[in-house]
């Protein structure tokens, strides 16, 4: 798994890692070559076998749909979902493929949320990422255009106040990302959200929770407040999805249970998520 899923991070992150114990060991694979096999599949939501039509555009859900348009990131996340299908998912990289993503959304009129991700979707140049957002954004039926990017904590620089510019032109896009821990809320990322807030741009966070990152109630607190700070509202916490090569970062759910109560009798709403888990074949998102 270790030689499939290659150890890689941009020289931000890799600057961040050695400040910081809980963000590196998001990006180290060392341990991964030693862990024996856990029994999850590599492709538990079956993204690469799902069929819509559309190589690139996956539908779970019959208000919304994932647009890959990348197969890069900033970083390999360890406990990256997707950490099999990097490489070998196709994406709407090509005019055809965007066009065709964007017939089948004209032909479900339900869907009113696109996301666009990947890989990263920031991992794009602004031309051509602007090109897909834009497609999408012009449909009358479609409210929300979602950039799904963890540029902010992972590549901060990459949220330029030029980008934010042209991603607040059509008032439709939100942009999520990525914290884990506190560490990666640096004044740097607080300037890039701020770049994207500033424009009306509405930045959420879907935080993982991992075993020996965030996985006390101080920690995940100290998050929690940090975002809020930085104008970035949390959003989800998700418990760590059933993909193979991410045993190490389980937290036990009685202990996330306790996590989700401290922390909801510490902290206002406004800067409370839902502590959720992903389930392959659930009509929603599940509590926990």
């Given at each position: 798994m270790a030689e499939d899923f290659p150890e890689s991070a941009c020289a931000y992150a890799r600057a961040l890692a050695a400040k910081s114990k809980r963000f590196a060991r998001q990006i180290s694979a060392a341990p991964e070559k030693r862990a024996p096999a856990d029994g999850y599949p590599e492709d538990p939501f079956g993204e690469l076998s799902g069929k819509t039509g559309c190589p690139a555009l996956r539908?779970?859900?019959?208000?919304?749909?994932?647009?890959?348009?990348?197969?890069?990131?900033?970083?390999?996340?360890?406990?990256?979902t997707r950490r099999a299908l990097l490489?070998?998912?196709?994406?709407?990289?090509?005019e055809e493929r965007l066009a065709g993503?964007?017939?089948?959304?004209?032909a479900h009129p339900r869907v009113r949320d696109v996301l666009i991700s990947g890989g990263d979707a920031l991992a794009l140049p602004d031309a051509r990422l602007m090109?897909?957002?834009d497609a999408f954004a012009a449909l009358p039926q479609i409210d929300i255009v979602r950039v799904c990017t963890r540029a902010l904590s992972a590549n901060p620089a990459r949220v330029t106040a030029s980008l934010a510019g042209k991603l607040s032109r059509s008032k439709k896009v939100w942009v999520n990302t990525q914290f884990n821990c506190a560490d990666e809320v640096t004044p740097e990322a607080r300037a890039a959200a701020a770049r994207l807030v500033d424009r009306g741009i509405p930045v959420?966070?879907?935080?993982?929770?991992?075993?020996?990152?965030?996985d006390s109630p101080a920690e995940m607190l100290r998050l929690l407040r940090a975002l809020s700070a930085a104008r970035i509202r949390p959003y989800y916490v998700f418990?760590?999805?059933?993909?193979?090569?991410v045993g190490r970062f389980r937290v036990p759910l009685e202990r996330a249970r306790r996590i989700e109560r401290i922390c909801a009798e510490s902290i206002g709403g406004?800067?409370?998520?839902?502590?959720?888990?992903d389930i392959p074949g659930a009509k929603r998102k599940q509590p926990i």
């Open positions: 539908q779970r859900f019959p208000d919304r749909v994932l647009v890959r348009v990348s197969n890069r990131c900033f970083m390999n996340c360890r406990h990256c490489g070998k998912s196709e994406t709407a990289d090509t993503c964007v017939k089948y959304v004209l090109r897909i957002v959420s966070c879907q935080t993982v929770l991992l075993k020996g990152v965030n418990m760590c999805d059933p993909v193979a090569g406004l800067s409370m998520p839902r502590f959720v888990a």
